[in-house]
């Protein structure tokens, strides 16, 4: 089998199981680069060959990323040719980051210095809805119901589709941007915005508010379940905000939570 079909091979077998197209991606992207690396056929690639990959292509990547290299070539050879090729190969633990999170007084500073009305408003939905940066972009007009105050977010991460609150003080501004779209609730002249449209948007707000952490889209979306926790939120609730499949992703909030971790009142305070 050449590299060109068990790759051919591969997108199918990943659209079999229905897979996004990110995923697909990510995927194909992986198994395409191990055999441009080592230029042998499929059946040839074994254990010393993958392992030179990771030595070449992954040393200096994060262990979540290099377990998900890993995990994309085992679906191809175990599927494909009945074979795994990283049986034996040794995973990384995954690193325990904290994720940078604005206080509430940081979130006001940022909207204020976005320069645009509609700028504001879309990330003002990022935060007060805690949405991800690609359900944003791809919110239609009818996803939209502002008569029950609730938008719907379709085949989102995990292929799952859910509900999100709309909130109340971003009513009359999404009401705008519905009256100004034409499919999409966030266009511009060239149609539906792109991921990176948002993340500048970001990036630039911060700056000018003169925020030092590292603020990214996603970074509102950590903003909004951390301030829904510190205000007595139950997790389970937050879990079903974000659309997390387990309990366990949403507990990291639980680490992150710096309110909380204040109000213990250190031994030495009571000498």
Known sequence: MTPEEFLKQLVIELKIIKLSPHTIRKYLAVNKGLLNLIQKTPEEIDEKHIKFYMAEK????????????????????????????????????????????????????????????????????????????????????????????????????????????????????????????????????????????????????????GIQKQVHPHTLRHSFATHLLEDGTDLRKIQELLGHSHLDTTQKYIHISTKQLRDVKSPFDNL
Do not use: W
């Not at 998900?68 to 050879?77: D, E, G, K, T, V």
């Not at 991460?157 to 966030?186: A, H, M, T, W």
């Open 58 to 209: 992954l040393s200096d990547k994060v262990s979540t990323t290099i377990i998900q290299a890993l995990s994309s070539i085992r679906f191809a050879y175990t599927t494909i040719l009945k074979k795994d090729p990283t049986l034996n190969i040794r995973r990384p633990k995954k690193e325990t980051k904290i994720p940078s999170v604005l206080t509430k007084e940081e979130v006001k500073s940022l909207l204020n210095a976005t320069k645009t009305k509609k700028s504001r408003i879309m990330l003002s939905l990022l935060y007060g809805a805690g949405l991800r940066v690609s359900e944003l972009v791809n919110l239609k007009k009818q996803d939209i119901h502002f008569e029950e105050g609730i938008g719907y977010i379709k085949q989102s991460k995990g292929r799952k589709d859910r509900v999100f609150n709309i909130p109340k003080g971003l009513v009359e501004g999404l009401n705008l941007c519905f009256q100004n779209s034409k499919e999409y609730l966030f266009e511009s002249k060239r149609g539906r915005l792109s991921p990176r449209n948002i993340q500048k948007i970001v990036e630039k707000a911060a700056k000018r508010a």
